[in-house]
C-alpha cells in the first residue's frame, strides 16, 4: 500500500506545476487528470482488495491530502473533509472499493461453477487448521462486510444480481447511503477537532 501511494505521489509531484497549480486549466481538467492517476495506479485492481481498516485510512488521508493540495487548501483553513469531496465532486475511497467491489461480484456469481474467480468466492476447505488467534481476513469477507455496510441481504444477492438493471439501481441507492454515515463520521472528528483547537487557542 505504502509503495502505491509513494507511486502515485511521485506522479502527482511530477505534474503540480504543468496541471494541478496551473491556474489557466479548468478545475473539470485537473480533478480528470487526478482521477486517471488515481485509478490507474493507487486503485488498480482494487475490486479484488482485501483491505483492512488501516489500508482504508491511509488511502483516505493520500485522497484527501492530493485534494487540498489541488485547492491550495491546508488545515488552517478549516475546512472539513465532506466539503472538500463536494467541491472535487467525488466520493470517500471507501465507497468507490465498495462500488467496484460490487459490480466485480455480480460478475462473478454470473460465471459458471468452473471458472476460478467463482470457485474462489464460494468455496470451502475440506480440511485443515488454523493457527492460534484472530483468523486473516478472506476476500468473501471483505465481499461480506461491504453487503452489510451497504444493507444487502447476502443469501439473497444471486437473485438480486442476476438482472442488471434493478442491480445497478440497487447498488446506485446504497451507496449513497453509505456516504451518510461515513460524512457524519467525518463532520464528528472534525468538529472535535476544531473544538481542540479552539480551547488550545483561548488558553493560550
Keep these: 500500500m505504502c509503495n502505491r501511494i509513494n507511486q502515485v505521489s511521485a506522479a502527482f509531484g511530477?505534474?503540480?506545476?504543468?496541471?494541478?497549480?496551473?491556474?489557466?486549466?479548468?478545475?473539470?481538467?485537473?480533478?480528470?487528470?487526478?482521477?486517471?492517476?488515481?485509478?490507474?495506479?493507487?486503485?488498480?485492481?482494487?475490486?479484488?482488495?482485501?483491505?483492512?481498516?488501516?489500508h482504508i485510512k491511509q488511502l483516505e488521508a493520500f485522497h484527501i491530502s492530493s485534494l487540498q493540495k489541488i485547492f491550495k487548501l491546508s488545515w488552517k483553513d478549516k475546512i472539513p473533509?465532506?466539503?472538500?469531496?463536494?467541491?472535487?465532486?467525488?466520493?470517500?475511497?471507501?465507497?468507490?472499493?465498495?462500488?467496484?467491489?460490487?459490480?466485480?461480484?455480480?460478475?462473478?456469481?454470473?460465471?459458471?461453477?468452473?471458472?476460478?474467480?467463482?470457485?474462489?468466492l464460494y468455496g470451502q476447505l475440506p480440511q485443515g487448521h488454523r493457527k492460534q488467534g484472530a483468523p486473516m481476513k478472506r476476500y468473501k469477507d471483505q465481499i461480506k462486510t461491504t453487503l452489510k455496510r451497504c444493507q444487502i441481504d447476502h443469501q439473497a444477492l444471486e437473485g438480486k444480481a442476476s438482472d442488471r438493471p434493478p442491480w445497478r439501481s440497487t447498488c446506485k441507492e446504497v451507496l449513497s447511503h453509505l456516504e451518510e454515515p461515513i460524512f457524519n463520521e467525518r463532520r464528528e472528528d472534525n468538529d472535535a477537532i476544531i473544538q481542540q483547537f479552539n480551547n488550545k487557542t483561548t488558553l493560550e
Design 81 to 120: 473533509h465532506t466539503e472538500i469531496l463536494q467541491r472535487a465532486g467525488t466520493t470517500t475511497i471507501e465507497t468507490m472499493l465498495a462500488k467496484w467491489q460490487l459490480r466485480r461480484t455480480r460478475h462473478t456469481i454470473r460465471l459458471s461453477d468452473d471458472r476460478l474467480p467463482r470457485q474462489i
Design 14 to 54: 511530477k505534474l503540480r506545476s504543468r496541471v494541478f497549480f496551473n491556474d489557466n486549466l479548468k478545475l473539470d481538467t485537473k480533478m480528470a487528470v487526478y482521477t486517471a492517476v488515481r485509478t490507474s495506479t493507487l486503485l488498480y485492481s482494487a475490486e479484488t482488495w482485501t483491505a483492512y481498516r488501516e
